[in-house]
């Protein structure tokens, strides 16, 4: 007999009716027990009821306690990828850094095919120019790895008929991120080094023009990746990074640039440490304005040594239709007058860039804004790859020149990009290029 029916059991028997009782006519034995059975059967069916009421109330409470053990899981998962996407999407472009918003495996990707008419020249060509896959997983809320891996010219056959130049198969990023605090996350593995705007945020839904501005491609070797470490963060209204790094490979750098010094995490040499940092002020929604800087000694593979600094500012402004942005670049190396009576180059001791770049949207005149839009954009760039040379270095051939490039820029969608431009250069051919992109 369970508990409860044995502290119940006086109160039945309290409840029997005694012997001249009219609840118990004839007041026999037989009656009484009766009764008596009567009020236990009564008393097992209130036990029953009550139990079951009581493992209702205990489910539900069970139920209450789970849902809020998963609400309260949600809503920190919820916090944290606010944090990752908050610190992860001033360091990459917008489908680069979707790991951070989703759970498990993350795949992305973009592409541009690039059609180039050259004035009076037989070097018209249409170019798979790139194919990319983003592959990304979060591990945990701390843990995440990214990358990036880059098809460039279709193939990696010398197969063109304008150029004898092969294709290539690369990783422009691949590195694990932990999430330190709420404002700083460490990255290390093979990372874009953070300077100027196109070698962390190249996808072509990011930018105006068909071709990237020759100051971030020369000056500023894009797309740029090295080996190593670092972190990244906010602090109040500024957004930084901050990178050790492989540095360059000085004995390929010629008078068009540093661009050949790239190592691009093959077998790297870390004989020579670089630091890479950035900073920018990011607390009013459109704007960025910034500095990024990088320096180290790129001479691990020559006599000389080739100590080598790049600096840049830059600044940005996107709002409603209007589309602005600048950059200006320049570089120093030492040691170039040895290097080039050594190898006879005629690499310079300074290097020196700008461009500025202004968009309108023309949609934005006649309709609602919308995903849709139409820039009307035009980008003046001033370059110069032979600035300052060492004593005795001959003037080689190097870049130097303006570039005016005038176009559409054409989104039906976010991420989808058609563009058709044409650039006029001084003292050179000009190009007339059209570009289909696309972003996911």
Do not use: C
Not at 404 to 419: A, E, I, S
């Amino acid at each position: 007999m369970s508990l409860l029916l044995i502290l119940t059991l006086p109160v039945a028997l309290a409840s029997m009716p005694q012997e001249g009782s009219t609840a118990s006519p004839g007041g026999d034995v037989d009656d009484r027990l009766d009764f008596l059975e009567q009020r236990i059967r009564g008393l097992e069916e209130d036990r029953s009821r009550l139990e079951t009421e009581l493992e209702a109330a205990m489910d539900a409470l069970a139920v209450g306690e789970v849902v809020g053990s998963v609400a309260t899981e949600v809503a920190g998962d919820d916090r944290t990828r606010a944090i990752w996407e908050r610190l992860a999407q001033r360091t990459l472009a917008p489908r680069a850094a979707a790991v951070y918003s989703r759970d498990g495996i993350s795949i992305g990707g973009y592409g541009e095919f690039l059609g180039e008419v050259i004035d009076e020249s037989d070097r018209d060509s249409f170019d798979a120019l790139r194919w990319v896959m983003y592959l990304g997983s979060r591990f945990s809320d701390r843990w995440i790895f990214n990358s990036e891996i880059e098809i460039e010219h279709g193939s990696t056959d010398a197969s063109s008929a304008t150029t004898d130049s092969r294709g290539s198969v690369s990783i422009e990023f691949a590195y694990l991120d932990h999430l330190l605090t709420d404002d700083v996350a460490l990255r290390g593995g093979v990372l874009l080094v953070p300077l100027g705007f196109i070698n962390e945020r190249h996808e072509p839904t990011t930018f105006l023009p068909s071709a990237r501005p020759e100051t971030e491609t020369r000056i500023i070797p894009s797309t740029w990746r090295a080996t190593g470490v670092g972190g990244y963060g906010q602090v109040g209204p500024f957004a930084w990074t901050a990178y050790a790094l492989n540095g360059l490979n000085g004995e390929e750098f010629d008078e068009n640039g540093l661009r050949g010094g790239r190592q691009k995490g093959n077998r790297a040499s870390i004989e020579s440490i670089a630091l890479a940092a950035r900073l920018d002020y990011v607390d009013v929604p459109g704007l960025v304005l910034g500095l990024s800087a990088y320096t180290g000694d790129a001479g691990v593979n020559t006599p000389e040594s080739l100590n080598t600094t790049i600096v840049d500012l830059h600044g940005e402004w996107n709002e409603g239709p209007w589309f602005l942005r600048g950059l200006f670049a320049m570089s120093d190396v030492t040691g170039t007058g040895a290097f080039n009576a050594r190898t006879g180059e005629s690499l310079a001791e300074e290097m020196q860039g700008w461009y500025v770049e202004a968009g309108f949207d023309l949609l934005s005149l006649g309709t609602a804004p919308g995903e849709e839009t139409l820039d009307l954009f035009v980008r003046y760039e001033d370059i110069d790859t032979q600035k300052t040379l060492a004593p005795g270095t001959a003037p080689g051939g190097g870049i130097v020149t303006s570039l005016t490039t005038v176009g559409l820029n054409y989104r039906p969608l976010n991420q989808v990009v058609l563009k058709a431009d044409y650039t006029f250069i001084d003292e050179s051919n000009d190009v007339a290029r059209f570009l289909i992109g696309y972003a996911f």
